[in-house]
């Protein structure tokens, strides 16, 4: 199966936002210490991004549905564009960024194992729980703007009470 470009060049993909009950998300190293991110892929050719969500949750890190509960998810395609370096110019269709559909899943139990060798090629190599905000300062630059808005509208659901308070580095890495 092949993954889904539209016509602008977007990669269609869906992004993981993993909670634990006191608020804290999962958060994975990226295979050779190439940075810190939330699970991530690419959907295929006629799969649907709730199936893409179940299929990327087990590839990555190992969990299976009856691990977690979906509270929610973003109610349209959140996009960032490649920095041109990132661009493979040499395929086709042209992908010059993602548009992603973010889910945010509960821990159904406590006692979840991660395990990160379900594929030929791991994304992750180690991981840990991160404060709700943390990954906008954790993951590449050019994700940022995708994350803040994800864990903004997740929040509501996350945190019907509030969303937490930013951290001081919060507006910095607005600009």
Not at 13 to 19: K, R
Not at 38 to 58: D, I, K, N, S, Y
Not at 85 to 111: E, S, Y
């Amino acid at each position: 199966m092949t993954d889904v470009i539209d016509q602008q060049g977007f990669r269609a993909n869906v992004g993981i936002v993993l909670m634990r009950d006191d608020g804290r998300v999962f958060l994975g190293r990226r295979v050779g210490g190439r940075g810190w991110q939330f699970p991530q892929g690419g959907m295929r050719t006629g799969e649907a991004p709730e199936v893409a969500l179940l299929r990327e949750l087990r590839e990555e890190i190992g969990l299976e549905p009856a691990d977690v509960n979906v509270a929610g998810s973003t109610q349209r395609w959140l996009r960032y564009r490649l920095p041109a370096k990132f661009v493979r110019r040499h395929q086709q269709p042209l992908c010059i960024g993602q548009k992603q559909r973010w889910f945010l899943l509960r821990l159904a139990h406590d006692d979840v194992r991660f395990r990160f060798d379900q594929t030929a090629e791991p994304e992750f190599d180690e991981w840990r729980w991160a404060d709700y905000w943390e990954p906008v300062r954790e993951v590449i630059h050019f994700k940022r703007p995708v994350y803040r808005r994800a864990l903004h509208e997740l929040g509501a659901i996350a945190f019907p009470g509030g969303l937490p308070a930013y951290p001081d580095w919060w507006e910095a890495q607005a600009q």
